[in-house]
């Protein structure tokens, strides 16, 4: 609930600078939102092409729910590196929008509506209701950053679906910064990154690793090895944007 004060300073903030869409510029109602138009560019949800190793692993395919370009990669980067939780309205209603488009999701509507049609994975029963697992940062980057952007990203997306966050994952060790290296250094680097953290049960669950950018695929790969060294029935990767196409 906000106090007088606040909503005051946003009727001035308002007035000295119009929210506008952070990609066409357009005037919009709401200052963390993409403008209707340019949301509806966005969401781009699409299953990437995986190696055989990464296949293996993550048997219910990767998605991609976005392009990493353009206004959708500003908005990823100033939530990351500035701290900008107020882009995380707009970024939820991108991710929802996205989910509802991937096969084998839960609905969003009541619990009787099922899946999505047309998907090779059924996330059906009780036993089995999927689990997302965000892809962990290394514990002096989460106190450096304060926040795990993917946790937030998809957390209240996923909760409109019925299906809990559990940060299941935590990083073993410290790894080099991914940038600049070749998809072999990548894939070396994260190799035993990752671990389920003692007392989390993901056996027989199916669980979706989120992320929120994809490259390679290296570090959704790891995480998928460790969900599946802990037993999960089934494991597919979901992350905001990919280069990939
Ligand atoms: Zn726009």
């Known amino acids: 609930m906000k106090r007088r004060g606040e909503f005051v300073f946003d009727w001035i903030l308002d007035f000295l600078f119009p929210p506008a869409c ?3 510029g357009r005037y919009i109602e709401q200052r963390d939102c993409w403008c209707s138009d340019c949301l509806k560019k966005l969401v781009q949800p699409r299953r990437l092409p995986l190696d055989a190793e990464m296949n293996s692993f993550l048997d219910g395919g990767v998605w991609a729910l976005g392009v990493y370009e353009a206004g959708l990669r500003d908005v990823l980067r100033r939530l990351k590196y500035d701290g900008r939780k107020n882009l995380l309205g707009g970024l939820h209603s991108f991710i929802g929008a996205g989910l509802a488009r991937v096969p084998s999701l839960p609905a969003p509507a009541g619990p009787a509506s099922g899946g999505g049609a047309g998907g090779s994975y059924a996330f059906t029963g009780m036993e089995n209701a999927p689990v997302a697992v965000p892809v962990p940062l290394h514990p002096d980057r989460l106190k450096e950053r304060g926040f795990n952007q993917s946790e937030l990203l998809f957390r209240e997306p996923f909760a409109a679906l019925g299906v809990p966050m559990v940060p299941a994952l935590m990083r073993v060790r410290p790894t080099a910064p991914q940038f600049g ?18 007392g989390t049960d993901l056996s027989g669950r199916m669980v979706i690793i989120v992320d929120d950018i994809m490259t390679t695929g290296a570090t959704l790969s ?15 990767g979901i992350v905001a944007a990919s280069g990939r196409k």
Do not use: K
């Not at 790891?222 to 597919?236: D, K, L, P, Q, S």
């Open 181 to 198: 290296l070749t998809a072999a250094e990548r894939s070396r680097n994260m190799q035993g990154a990752f671990a389920v953290a003692a």
């Open 22 to 24: 952070p990609v066409c």
């Open 222 to 236: 790891e995480c998928a090895r460790a969900v599946r060294a802990a037993g999960a029935a089934g494991i597919m």
